[in-house]
């Protein structure tokens, strides 16, 4: 079946740096990838969609400047969280789309837990 | 546009007893319907689907789903709950075909299981 992971996993970082988190489709090709968050016993919180290729079109609310969102290959979509501060304490999800074959359905990773200090 | 409710954000049953998860949608277009589950700081795993074919769906760990377009409905059952069942289960809904369009989803039901 269609593999999407998530790198870190877990992130535990100082207030003012930057972190990145990498969502890479392991067995097939992911035209659209999905950002998301989720707040503690909340639902998913769509962020932005991203295309390869193309600037990722973000959710009203959420700030591009501070969520950056690049989609270099059909296999690796990356969100830098710039300048995190503690209320950006969250865990993001992703999620990949993949070939007409695929079209339909989202696969998604195993999340990454940020945590700001 | 499309929405999903999911009645009930905490769920408690019996070990052995009948799980019924409720969830309505709204949506223009033919939906496809999805149903994950969430443990604790995992992932979102899919346990069955709805596009379009049978009205019956059946799922991983002996859950199913009916699609019922009059009622609007995508209730998820599973006749005999187990204590690994105890998670959170999101309803979600797409427009059929997918592209760029992400799913919605509904807020989530905790699922708990007392033995």
């Known amino acids: 079946g269609a593999v999407v992971s998530q790198h870190p996993s877990w992130v535990i970082c100082k207030s003012g740096t930057s972190v990145k988190i990498e969502c890479r489709s392991l067995d097939f090709q992911a035209t659209t990838m999905f950002w998301y968050r989720q707040f503690p016993k909340q639902s998913l919180m769509l962020m932005a969609t991203?295309?390869?290729?193309?600037?990722?079109?973000?959710e009203q609310g959420v700030e591009k400047d501070k969520f950056l969102i690049n989609h270099a290959s059909l296999t690796l979509s990356t969100l830098t969280v710039t300048s995190a501060h503690p209320e950006d304490s969250s865990f993001y999800i992703c999620?990949?789309?993949?070939?007409?074959?695929?079209?339909?359905?989202?696969?998604f990773g195993p999340g990454t837990r940020l945590t700001v200090l | 546009a499309q929405s999903v409710t999911q009645l009930g954000s905490h769920v408690s049953v019996s070990e052995g007893a009948l799980v019924l998860l409720r969830c309505n949608y709204s949506?223009?277009?033919?939906?496809?319907l999805f149903w994950y589950v969430q443990y604790p700081n995992q992932g979102l795993q899919l346990l069955l689907k709805y596009t379009s074919a049978a009205t019956l769906v059946k799922g991983i760990n002996g859950f199913e789903a009916e699609f019922k377009k009059s009622e609007t409905s995508f209730h998820l059952t599973k006749p005999s709950a187990h204590m690994s069942d105890a998670a959170e289960y999101f309803c979600?809904?797409?427009?059929?075909?997918?592209?760029?369009?992400?799913?919605?989803f509904g807020k989530g039901t905790r699922l708990s299981v007392i033995a």
């Open positions: 979600a809904v797409s427009p059929g075909g997918g592209g760029n369009t992400p799913l919605v």
């Open positions: 991203s295309n390869e290729g193309s600037k990722a079109t973000y």
């Open positions: 949506s223009s277009v033919p939906p496809y």
């Open positions: 999620s990949a789309r993949g070939a007409p074959e695929l079209a339909w359905e989202q696969f």
